[in-house]
Structure formats: C-alpha cells, structure tokens
C-alpha cells in the first residue's frame, strides 16, 4: 500500500503555484495594455493569493507532510511484517539475521518486537544473550511454567511478558 498523501502534497503545491503564476502574468499584461488600473491590479492579486493561491499551496504542504509520515509509518509496518512471517515461518530466526534482513539496527528490530508483542500479535520468546527470536505457542509456555531456553523457573516480568531470571530470555505472551 503505497501513500498518496505526498502525490496530492505535491500536485496542490505545483497546481497552485502555476495557477498563481498565471493570475499574475494575466494581471500584468492587463496593466500593460492600459485595461486595468493599479488598484484594481493589487485587489486582484491579493485576492488570488488570499482565496485561490495561499489555500492550495498550504493544503499541498499540509497533504505533502503527512504523506511523508505516512510513507514512513507504512515502511516500518512492512519491516514488522517482514519479521513477523520470518519468525513465524522459520519457528526461530537469529536476530543479527533479522537485522541483516530489513536492513535496520538491533535496536529496530528489539523495538519493534516489543511493539508487536504491545499489539497482541507475537507471542514467543527471545534470548538476548544468544541472539535467538522464538515462535512459541502461550498455552505451551503456560502450562510448562519453565524456561524453554535454560529450564529455570519463569516469572511474570510485565503484562505479556515473561521473564527468565536465569538466562535473561524473555517470554511474550499474546
């Protein structure tokens, strides 16, 4: 899905400023010719740029600005996508991988983990230490009660989040 915000930015932007353009070269040669005079001249431009010109090119910015967010917010979803059917597919995938994968940092993509597991959409866990990312049902880790990664003992660190005290691996429950 591709934004267009920024296509409609950039047509209000060149629209109202060719159209401006245009009033005012339609405005000077009327003043050449003698057909106007001066003040109806600067009424004419003042009320181009106020009603016509300004409304246009400040709807083009506003529409170019949050295109550009938008083009922004879209890319991330798609790398949490990306890392979702990764893990998903694979049942474990290497973070440094991962990174490799979406072309981003450790961070990225630890940011991202969090914001999927926010949403209720990834429940697994992660090992820091190794560099691990999991796919792991909640009702397996729940009725287990122990670490998948080392076997010790789990416990509650956050809402969806299990914590192991002995390894570090962290539980996402969704």
Same mark, same amino acid.
């Given at each position: 899905m591709k934004?267009?915000? *920024?296509? /409609? =930015?950039?047509l209000l932007i060149a629209g109202g400023t060719i159209l401006g353009l245009a009033i005012l070269s339609w405005l000077i040669s009327g003043l050449n010719?003698? *057909?106007?005079?001066?003040?109806a001249a600067i009424f004419g431009i003042v009320l181009a740029l106020g &009603?016509? &010109? #300004?409304?246009? &090119?400040g709807g083009g910015v506003y529409f170019l600005i949050h295109g550009l967010r938008e083009e *922004?917010?879209?890319a991330r979803i798609d790398k949490q996508r990306q890392l979702l059917n990764a893990v998903q597919t694979q049942g474990? /995938?290497?973070?440094n991988q991962l990174v490799l994968d979406l072309d981003s940092t450790r961070d990225q993509v630890q940011n991202?983990?969090?914001?999927? /597991? =926010? *949403? =209720?959409?990834?429940?697994?866990y992660v090992d820091w230490k190794s560099g691990m990312l999991y796919s792991v049902e909640a009702s397996e880790l729940q009725s287990k009660g122990t670490c998948p990664n080392c076997g010790g003992k789990l416990e509650l660190a956050g809402k =969806? #989040?299990?914590?192991?005290?002995?390894?570090?691996?962290?539980?996402f429950l969704s």
């Open positions: 934004s267009s915000g *920024k296509l /409609v =930015g950039l010719d003698d *057909k106007l005079d001066t003040a &009603v016509i &010109v #300004l409304p246009m &090119v *922004k917010t879209i474990q /995938v290497s973070i991202d983990i969090y914001d999927l /597991v =926010g *949403k =209720g959409i990834f429940s697994g =969806g #989040l299990i914590r192991c005290p002995y390894c570090g691996a962290e539980i």
